[in-house]
């Protein structure tokens, strides 16, 4: 058995109001160089929904229903919650933890798939809250495995492609799945140097690393006995054009589906675990409108949001760290998993910025 004193829940972090939207961009792309303009452009989109993300409110919820699970089957742990880029952050939850005699935390983020933004970032970020705070040493911060693959996480997916097949025959009735509907699965694009580097690099994941790797397997199991054609696609995109991201963008994809005879597309925002910005903005305004001018009826199915099956999952992992189970006893749907609880060596490095401290894996 492995003692902890509390589940720290790491989110993004999102702006509350529209004073906040500039300060929580800088907070995100520090260290970058984005001229000030390029943050106005991406700030349109907060300010569209009044400078408020949903994000923070769908952490609440989610801490929420964390803690009435644990309570269910009877685990005495509080869930904490930081966010990387906006209050609460997690300097202070940290800090706060500690004056409570919380000293052993394990963290939940907020993200299912291996990449630097996805994994190792979080990880950088324990451990410069720990030394910001002064706690290096003193809080340990251990982490849940990746995700991706937990049937906690699958499963919503499942449930909400078949309703979102339903829903396209019942808004164009008579209309034939095998040919004239395409599902994209959406998740946010990266740089392909990012990419690459997802992953141990002993497992041989080749171009897109274990983030494209991991993304396929996972659609593949979600399309288990559903005959439509199908293919994996990106968004959000923020890097300038000379730098090499993971496509194709979704926005392309769909203007390449009319000329296939294809009516209908199903989006399916697979790389996401809430319905925040970038799921309402780039796909439920850009992607949907993409699709309405070119004459397709388009249906975005849910994320795992507060789904029962994923907060029973999220404990599940949380279960698995406490009773140390062994990997041959831990569910996961492909042949990926089950994920590491530790980090392999340079796993998930940004060639960019290089390796920085961080907890929960192996140096660097």
């Known amino acids: 058995m492995t003692t902890y004193d509390a589940i720290l829940l790491a989110g993004f972090g999102g702006p509350e109001g529209q004073d906040d939207v500039i300060p929580f961009l800088r907070n995100v792309t520090g260290?970058?160089?984005?001229?000030e303009e390029r943050l106005e452009e991406v700030a349109k989109h907060y300010r569209h929904f009044g400078g408020i993300s949903p994000i923070n409110d769908q952490n609440r919820v989610l801490r929420a229903a964390l803690q009435a699970e644990l309570e269910r089957r009877g685990i005495d742990l509080p869930v904490l919650w930081g966010n990387r880029?906006?209050?609460?952050?997690?300097?202070?939850?940290?800090?706060?933890?500690?004056?409570?005699?919380?000293?052993?935390?394990?963290?939940?983020?907020?993200?299912?798939y291996s990449s630097y933004s996805g994994c190792r970032q979080y990880r950088e970020d324990f451990a410069a809250a720990l030394i910001a705070t002064g706690l290096d040493g003193v809080v340990h911060i251990d982490k849940v495995r990746q995700f991706f693959d937990h049937p906690g996480f699958v499963t919503p997916f499942v449930t909400a492609l078949r309703q979102g097949l339903a829903d396209v025959q019942a808004q164009v009735p008579g209309i034939d799945l095998a040919t004239e509907v395409e599902i994209l699965f959406s998740t946010h694009s990266i740089p392909m140097t990012d990419a690459n580097k997802s992953g141990p690099a002993d497992r041989?994941?080749?171009?897109?690393?274990?983030?494209?790797?991991q993304h396929l397997a996972v659609a593949q199991k979600v399309m288990v006995g559903v005959d439509t054609p199908w293919q994996l696609v990106f968004q959000s995109r923020s890097g300038p054009p000379s730098m090499p991201w993971l496509e194709p963008d979704i926005n392309d994809a769909i203007a390449l589906l009319p000329e296939r005879g294809i009516r209908a597309i199903v989006i399916v925002p697979l790389g996401f675990v809430s319905?925040?910005?970038?799921v309402m903005w780039d796909l439920d305004n850009e992607a949907t409108e993409t699709a309405g001018e070119l004459g397709l009826v388009s249906v975005r199915v849910p994320t795992p949001g507060v789904d029962p099956a994923?907060?029973?999952?999220?404990?599940?992992?949380?279960?698995?760290?406490?009773?140390?189970?062994?990997?041959?006893?831990?569910?996961?749907?492909?042949?990926?998993?089950?994920?590491?609880d530790v980090?392999?060596?340079?796993?998930?490095?940004?060639?960019?910025?290089?390796?920085?401290?961080?907890?929960?894996?192996?140096?660097?």
């Open 310 to 340: 994923f907060v029973s999952g999220l404990i599940d992992l949380v279960e698995e760290r406490l009773n140390d189970t062994p990997a041959d006893a831990r569910p996961h749907e492909t042949d990926l998993g089950p994920w590491y």
């Open 204 to 213: 041989g994941f080749g171009e897109g690393g274990a983030y494209a790797a």
């Open 85 to 112: 880029n906006w209050a609460p952050y997690l300097r202070d939850t940290i800090r706060e933890a500690h004056d409570n005699g919380q000293t052993r935390l394990l963290a939940i983020a907020t993200s299912a």
């Open 275 to 278: 319905d925040h910005m970038e």
């Open 343 to 364: 980090c392999r060596p340079g796993c998930c490095e940004n060639v960019r910025l290089g390796f920085k401290p961080a907890v929960a894996g192996m140096a660097p």
């Open 31 to 35: 260290g970058r160089g984005i001229p």
